[in-house]
């Protein structure tokens, strides 16, 4: 375990946004403690897809006693992206900051299949899957990577994901 940072060598992490400033980029992640940033240097790069929730932006950070101003930039979901306000209240641990993470954490970790997760769900019919854990059956039309069962919160892979890239007609 990193010591500064509080991160397993060899664990896989979600970034769930990401900041690039002079040069530097941090990746926002969670981990059991809760929100952490680390530098980007410490993972290395398993998958390269980008959640559908986040968006880009940029904001110009003046810098004291340099002629120039330097440019942040961020990717990530809209509240981070757009408020400075918003980004520090989750270093302060401000409870509804927290909050709007938190929900957006939860789609986030659905969105692409995890590589530890093995078990899938099993789909009953156009619209009903059952869990493999409990054999609770529940509507679902949910095309992400996971599902999570509404009755004993297992995590499993949804049958009707396809891994499709989007491609340009040739």
């Known amino acids: 375990m990193d010591t500064e940072f509080g991160l397993e060598t060899g664990k896989s992490y979600v970034v769930y946004a990401m900041d690039h400033v002079a040069g530097r980029c941090l990746d926002l992640l969670v981990d059991p403690g809760g929100v ?19 968006v880009y932006s940029q904001e110009r950070i003046p810098r004291l006693g340099l002629a120039t101003d330097v440019t942040l930039s961020l990717w990530g979901y809209p509240e981070y992206v757009e408020s400075n306000d918003y980004r520090m209240g989750l270093i302060d641990g401000r ?63 949804n049958p009707r994901y396809a891994d499709r890239w989007p491609t340009m007609p040739a």
């Open 95 to 157: 409870e509804e900051d927290l909050k709007v993470f938190r929900a957006y954490r939860d789609a986030m970790d659905l969105e692409f299949p995890a590589p530890a997760v093995e078990v899938a769900a099993v789909a009953i019919d156009e619209q009903w899957i059952q869990c493999p854990s409990c054999s609770d059956a529940w509507e679902s039309v949910s095309r992400d990577g996971m599902v999570k069962c509404p009755s004993c919160s297992a995590v499993v892979l």
């Open 36 to 54: 952490l940033s680390a530098p980007a240097e410490m993972f290395r790069l398993v998958d390269g897809r980008m959640s559908r929730y986040w």
